[in-house]
């Protein structure tokens, strides 16, 4: 039998939920204020909390805060006076499972709380199980997330902390910084093996496909909801993801807590942006409860010489073993000055370019691209023309399968130009 702790200090409401609600099968118990709730939850574990937001002299929203110092893996739902939607909304910021807006029909409570149990009951089926623990895979970690640095390292900790975690995780971070990598990770490592992973991307979805495929009707979740039961759905640029369908998003994932993990990806600073109006609020606290940031390449650049050696292993050079390309002094010094906007997806392509091009084993700073190079160890125009056109000639004999007569009528120059 399910247990229930309602919290509220209004006598005439215990008695109404408790009318209502020990019929369906609920074993209740009562507090009339927040530290009396508090007292009763650290005595007998529940499976759900159902909590007033105005009380005195703890109101609903400490104890909420209090309840997750002491169990993470609480679920609460909070009851809000109808205009309080702002508070409703800080109770989702402080781990709030759900909120109600009173009055509230006994349809849409009796719904909170099933919601709220099947949810309860997955995290403690994943916490019985060991469902993949971190540890078991702790090396896919490090490997896929290479360094040194102490950013990289609380990175990989907080990862593995939130693995088997049932809860929304949202990553945040720059274009390139890995993203795409650290879902992965918490995928494979808190879902059982051969369990899906429904990746959606909300730059590129048409608005059919939204509907169809993510909202379905009433919020029951479209037919990539219904594909990531039992695994994990991942939502990538999601400031992206249309303002209209935003509401419904909520609906969906009210709806589907339990059968999914829900994974969301940012480039923007989403908070800031609901805060603007720019997204939605409510979307946010429900997808930010387990935030994770990922450091830009420029503040772990003490990572730079693990990542280098790591991007040339991984790089073809066509005359001699890419394992063997160095770069010189001045080279690593430009890497390190450089800002790299694009993260580790920006080092990684320049750095096997440049190591799938070059000709001789030590990489100097003047064959790094132009915008890592300091002005002054730029080449003259002539120079750098001259470069262009041995390089567009080359593409051009290749594309002619080494025709100098073909490529030297292509190009619409002399053949005798080729060489």
């Known amino acids: ?36 709730g508090l007292v009763r939850y650290k005595a007998e574990k529940y499976d759900l909390v159902l909590a007033d937001i105005d009380m005195k002299p703890m109101d609903g929203i400490t104890l909420l805060k209090q309840l997750k110092a002491y169990d993470p893996t609480v679920v609460v739902i909070i009851m809000t006076a109808y205009a309080s939607t702002e508070s409703a909304i800080q109770a989702l910021k402080f781990g709030a499972f759900d909120y109600l807006q009173k009055p509230f029909k006994v349809d849409e409570l009796m719904q909170a709380l099933k919601r709220g149990l099947e949810f309860r009951r997955t995290v403690l089926e994943r916490e019985t199980l060991g469902v993949a623990a971190p540890e078991v895979r702790a090396g896919d970690f490090e490997a896929r997330l290479a360094g040194d640095s102490p950013k990289i390292k609380r990175l990989i900790s907080q990862l593995k ?85 935003q509401p419904e998003m909520i609906s969906v994932i009210r709806n589907n807590a339990h059968i999914f993990r829900l994974v969301c990806t940012t480039e923007e600073d989403l908070e800031k942006l609901a805060e603007e109006g720019g997204f939605n609020e409510e979307l946010f606290y429900r997808v930010a409860a387990l935030p994770v940031h990922l450091p830009p390449l420029r503040e772990r650049i003490e990572d730079l010489p693990l990542l280098l050696k790591e991007a040339a292993a991984k790089s073809v050079n066509p005359q001699f073993d890419a394992r063997q390309v160095e770069f010189a002094a001045d080279a690593l010094a430009a ?67 080494g025709d100098k007569a073909r490529a030297a009528r292509a190009l619409g120059i002399d053949v005798s130009r080729l060489g």
């Open 161 to 245: 902390k939130l693995a088997t975690a049932h809860t929304p995780v949202l990553i945040s971070g720059e274009p390139g910084s890995g993203h795409e990598v650290a879902a992965e990770l918490l995928h494979a490592a808190g879902t059982p093996a051969g369990s899906p992973l429904v990746p959606i991307d909300c730059r590129q979805v048409a608005p059919a496909d939204i509907r169809s495929g993510l909202l379905g009707q009433n919020g029951a979740g479209g037919t990539w909801v219904q594909q990531a039961k039992g695994g994990t759905l991942l939502l990538q640029h999601l400031q992206n993801l249309p303002k209209d369908a």
């Open 1 to 36: 039998m399910p247990s229930l702790l309602i919290v509220d200090d209004l006598i005439s409401i215990h008695e109404m939920l408790e009318a209502v609600i020990s019929p369906t099968g609920y074993k209740t118990a009562f507090a009339t204020d927040g530290e009396k």
């Open 335 to 401: 890497l390190r000055a450089y800002r790299w906007p694009g993260n580790q997806a920006e080092f990684s392509q320049t750095i096997s370019r440049l190591v799938a091009g070059t000709e001789t084993r030590v990489i100097t700073a003047a064959q790094l691209p132009l915008q890592l190079r300091e002005l002054k160890d730029w080449p003259a125009l002539a120079d750098h023309l001259a470069a262009q056109e041995k390089e567009y000639i080359a593409r051009a004999l290749h594309a002619c399968g």
